[in-house]
T-cell receptor, first 112, second 118 residues
Framework: DSGVTQTPKHLITATGQRVTLRCSPR?????VYWYQQSLDQGLQFLIQ???????AKGNILERFSAQQFPDLHSELNLSSLELGDSALYFC???????????FGQGTRLTVV | AQTVTQSQPEMSVQEAETVTLSCTYD???????LFWYKQPPSRQMILVIR??????QNATENRFSVNFQKAAKSFSLKISDSQLGDTAMYFC???????????????FGKGTSLLVTP
């Protein structure tokens, strides 16, 4: 158990819908990262927050947004969902920005 | 942009044997970290080992060790005394260390699927 908690573990939704994925980092970790893992794109970095502030953006679509709250948990919002958004979404956290990240178990999103 | 290449999509090794997974990367940066992560069938991403680029000594973690060749931009993972529980997808990852406020994302390779057989 990495100490990073992601909910839900599985999510099935229809095209055009909006979902929210939640992440609770390890106790004491200030940095949160979101990654998307799909068969065709592999593991792709989406976005990073550090102590509530956005620090880096990767290949995140405009339909996707995220935030980190004062209690340091983070949410990834995916809207206007398309079939191609089906993937495993990972949250990871680290105590500082340049230390190793520990991953949650992921949320499997299936868009039908 | 940094690219990470894992040229072996699949590998197989017998229990108790040694196997080496390859990883090369392309970067113009001088300060960075390299990682190996393991993803077993449970999907959990597990950190295996970390190497700081400024360190000449190769990192080791129990049965796992790396061969870091900075000039060649090579970062291979050696697994000794392979165990059935080592069966997993292994990902090599690169993290640029920047002085700017640009974040510290991991840049992953496509992965190598390792099967340990009895």
């Amino acid at each position: 158990d990495s100490g990073v908690t992601q909910t839900p573990k599985h999510l099935i939704t229809a095209t055009g819908q909006r979902v929210t994925l939640r992440c609770s980092p390890r106790s004491g970790d200030l940095s949160v990262y979101w990654y998307q893992q799909s068969l065709d794109q592999g593991l792709q970095f989406l976005i990073q927050y550090y102590n509530g502030e956005e620090r880096a953006k990767g290949n995140i679509l405009e339909r996707f947004s995220a935030q980190q709250f004062p209690d340091l948990h983070s949410e990834l919002n995916l809207s206007s969902l398309e079939l191609g958004d089906s993937a495993l979404y990972f949250c990871a956290s680290s105590v500082a920005q340049f230390t190793e990240a520990f991953f949650g178990q992921g949320t499997r999103l299936t868009v039908v | 942009a940094q690219t990470v290449t894992q040229s072996q999509p699949e590998m197989s090794v017998q229990e108790a044997e040694t196997v080496t997974l390859s990883c090369t990367y392309d970067t113009s940066e001088n300060n960075y970290y390299l990682f190996w992560y393991k993803q077993p069938p449970s999907r959990q991403m597990i950190l295996v080992i970390r190497q700081e680029a400024y360190k000449q000594q190769n990192a080791t973690e129990n049965r796992f060790s790396v061969n870091f060749q900075k000039a060649a931009k090579s970062f291979s993972l050696k697994i000794s005394d392979s165990q059935l529980g080592d069966t997993a997808m292994y990902f090599c990852a690169f993290m640029k260390l920047s002085n700017s406020n640009s974040g510290y994302a991991l840049n992953f390779g496509k992965g190598t699927s390792l099967l340990v057989t009895p």
